[in-house]
């Protein structure tokens, strides 16, 4: 089965950390890039960070340098999202994506006091 499923999401304060994962099933991992979005409610979604498949270049949106990583393990099929420093606006649904167009279920995100 070709799917998606991420973890790690949950309830942390400002200034937290998280480690969110993607694993992969039912197709190449390795052969493709890999995404990280999040969308908060009543917003569009926003891409935060990729990761390439060969050369593990990385980019990542604006308001997240410096503060999140992603990263992949090809042996695991695993994508990654270090999230440092949390802020309240980083409250969101974090989604995964691959190159060839599958997406994750979503993890939920929350950062309060």
């Known amino acids: 089965q070709v799917q998606l499923v991420e973890s790690g999401g949950g309830l942390v304060q400002p200034g937290g950390s998280l480690r969110l994962s993607c694993a992969a099933s039912g197709f190449t991992f390795s052969r493709y890039a890999m995404s990280w979005y999040r969308q908060a409610p009543g917003k569009e979604r926003e891409l935060v960070a990729r990761?390439?498949?060969?050369?593990?270049?990385?980019n990542y949106a604006d308001s997240v340098k410096g503060r999140f990583t992603i990263s992949r393990d090809n042996a695991k099929n695993t994508v990654y999202l270090q999230i440092n420093s949390l802020k309240p606006e980083d409250t969101a649904v974090y989604s995964c994506s691959s190159g060839n167009g599958i997406w994750g279920q979503g993890t939920q995100v929350t950062v309060s006091s």
């Open positions: 990761i390439t498949a060969v050369y593990t270049s990385t």
